[in-house]
């Protein structure tokens, strides 16, 4: 099976910009949760969807908004980004119980102007 | 806070050498699972260990569970250059919504 992937891999873009992230899970893996890993934050959990719901969230600001398709493919979207927002988005997806083991995608690295 | 924090936060050791990371958390949980991630990749899963089990083995990975210590550790045997890497515990709240909340991680060099 093909593992999880993320696209772009790389982004560059400037403060007040919005950007969108895409993921695409592991075939039949219905959970698809969303991180942000920072140096100084370490691993943090932004959102999981299940059945195209959003079924649990971190604490972000309305900023960090996500969506996922009928086929489980996600999307999540950052409005006016700041400097902050820099960092690497990773994507993991999981069975459908959502509550085990998550397979992670490479991440894409977001850099903030 | 951070749920699981791993200590140290960096081990230095040579090729053959054993390596041993330890994760505490604060909170009651389901599961705890070891991560790891080589530099700026995605996180690779190692092992899930559940709140009722104590030791776990996977090749030359061993992990044990404290609950009453509220405490994991992960002891890799025999170590090589390719297991160069930082590594993470996530946990879960018992009870609580599915989300797994990672430490800040272990940095671990092998040297050949």
């Known amino acids: 099976k093909a593992g999880v992937t993320q696209t772009p891999r790389y982004l560059i873009k400037t403060r007040g910009q919005q950007v969108t992230l895409s993921c695409s899970p592991i075939?039949?893996?219905?959970?698809v949760s969303w991180y942000q890993q920072t140096p100084g934050q370490g691993l943090q959990f932004l959102f999981e969807?299940?059945?195209?719901?959003?079924?649990n969230k971190g604490n972000f600001p309305g900023r960090f908004s996500g969506r996922q398709f009928s086929n489980s493919r996600s999307e999540m979207n950052v409005s006016t980004l700041e400097l902050g927002d820099s960092a690497l988005y990773l994507c993991?997806?999981?069975?459908?119980?959502?509550?085990?083991?998550?397979?992670f995608g490479p991440g894409t690295r977001l850099l903030v102007l | 806070s951070q749920q699981g924090e791993e200590d140290p936060q960096a081990l230095s050791i040579q090729e053959g050498e054993n390596a041993t990371m330890n994760c505490s958390y604060k909170?009651?949980?389901?599961?705890l699972q070891w991560y790891r991630q080589n530099s700026g990749r995605g996180l690779v899963h190692l092992i899930l260990?559940?709140?009722?089990?104590r030791e776990k083995h996977s090749g030359r990975l061993r992990v044990t569970l404290d609950t009453s210590k509220k405490s994991s550790s992960l002891l890799i045997t025999a170590s090589r250059a390719a297991d160069t890497a930082s590594y993470f515990c996530?946990?879960?709240?018992?009870?609580?919504?599915?989300?797994?909340?990672f430490g800040r991680g272990t940095s671990l060099i092998v040297h050949p």
């Open positions: 993991a997806s999981s069975l459908p119980t959502g509550q085990e083991t998550q397979y």
């Open positions: 075939s039949g893996h219905r959970s």
């Open positions: 969807y299940f059945s195209e719901t959003q079924r």
């Open positions: 909170t009651s949980i389901n599961n």
């Open positions: 260990i559940r709140s009722n089990e």
């Open positions: 996530a946990t879960d709240k018992q009870g609580g919504s599915y989300i797994p909340t």
